[in-house]
């Protein structure tokens, strides 16, 4: 791998799967791949998208999103100022 991937699962609205996390069930799933040279490009991307999630208004916008162009223009979005 030479660039860093994200994949995203989204619950059907109203539903959420139970992981037992103690912030309770999640809605919005995220995998986030990295090439193995570059671990804090991971942690970058995943310290972007916390900061993005953290917003119930990006969180919703996620859930609601009707296709895999939204959903990765929202994504994108929130890494704009990611530069690797």
């Given at each position: 791998?030479?660039?860093?991937?994200?994949a995203v699962?989204?619950?059907?609205?109203?539903?959420?799967l139970?992981?037992?996390?103690?912030?309770g069930?999640?809605?919005?799933?995220?995998?986030?791949?990295?090439p193995?040279?570059s671990?804090?490009?991971?942690?970058e991307?995943?310290?972007?998208?916390?900061?993005?999630?953290s917003k119930?208004?990006f969180?919703e916008?996620l859930?609601?999103?009707?296709?895999a162009e939204?959903?990765?223009?929202?994504?994108?979005?929130?890494l704009?100022?990611?530069?690797h």
């Amino acid at each position: 791998m030479s660039q860093t991937s994200i994949a995203v699962g989204i619950a059907k609205y109203g539903h959420a799967l139970d992981f037992g996390a103690t912030d309770g069930p999640a809605t919005v799933i995220l995998l986030i791949a990295t090439p193995a040279s570059s671990f804090s490009d991971h942690l970058e991307v995943l310290a972007t998208l916390a900061r993005s999630l953290s917003k119930e208004s990006f969180r919703e916008s996620l859930r609601r999103a009707y296709d895999a162009e939204v959903i990765a223009e929202l994504i994108n979005s929130s890494l704009v100022f990611f530069d690797h």
